[in-house]
């Protein structure tokens, strides 16, 4: 079994571009979370689907953030345009029902 | 809003020391699962308490559930430098078993 898949892993990008963070979830695990990791504000969920469907997406922080989740297999969470303040460690987790499983993250940081 | 508070934030405690992190809240969960966070990488699950009162060890790592399902704590025995990492409780969010609610988090440094 492979885990949750991220990537990339890190990704260094100047403010104003866009930035596309991608995650292949476990297969047969029905929700996919995406969440933002920082020292300040700990582990914040920013959006979650369930049956590729979104769920909640009220911890997504302003419109410059969307994600999709077009099958079971694939979800992207985009940025466009970063800001520094979006520099952080994102993360993708699936489950099956209680238990979320975490992939490794992708470090962002946006100059 | 359910809210997960941790304590304390940061433990720093040398080789063999014993330890306890506390999980509390104000609201009654119907489970609370806790999950360590070695650096550069994502939680994993260490364990799910369920009932009241529940006691769950994993090797030196004892797991308690309140009582009244608000708190948790995790005591670590005879801590060791692999031990180190974040240590995060979770409770599923009200209407929902597959959403967490996420503690502050404990950060622990175990040091020889």
């Known amino acids: 079994d492979a885990g949750v898949i991220q990537s990339p892993r890190h990704e260094v990008t100047e403010m104003g571009q866009e930035v596309t963070l991608r995650c292949k979830p476990i297969?047969?695990?029905?929700?996919l979370f995406w969440y933002r990791q920082t020292m300040m504000r700990g582990l914040e969920l920013l959006i979650y689907f369930n049956n590729n469907v979104p769920i909640d997406d009220s911890g997504m922080p302003e419109d410059r953030f969307s994600a999709k989740m077009p099958n079971a297999s694939f979800s992207t969470l985009k940025i466009q345009p970063s800001e520094p303040r979006d520099s952080a460690v994102y993360f993708c987790?699936?489950?099956?029902?209680?238990?979320?499983?975490f992939g490794p993250g992708t470090r962002l940081l946006v100059l | 809003t359910q809210l997960l508070e941790q304590s304390p934030q940061f433990l720093s405690i040398q080789e063999g020391e014993n330890l306890t992190v506390y999980c509390n809240s104000s609201s009654v969960f119907s489970s609370l699962q806790w999950y360590r966070q070695e650096p550069g990488e994502g939680p994993v699950l260490l364990v799910t308490?369920?009932?009241?009162?529940e006691v769950k060890k994993l090797k030196r790592l004892t797991f308690q559930f309140g009582d009244a399902r608000k708190d948790s704590s995790l005591h670590i025995t005879a801590a060791q430098p692999g031990d180190t990492g974040l240590y995060l409780c979770?409770?599923?969010?009200?209407?929902?078993?597959?959403?967490?609610?996420f503690g502050t988090g404990t950060r622990l440094q175990v040091t020889l």
């Open positions: 987790a699936s489950s099956p029902h209680e238990t979320q499983y």
């Open positions: 297969s047969g695990h029905n929700s």
């Open positions: 308490v369920v009932t009241g009162g």
């Open positions: 979770a409770g599923p969010s009200t209407g929902t078993a597959s959403k967490l609610t």
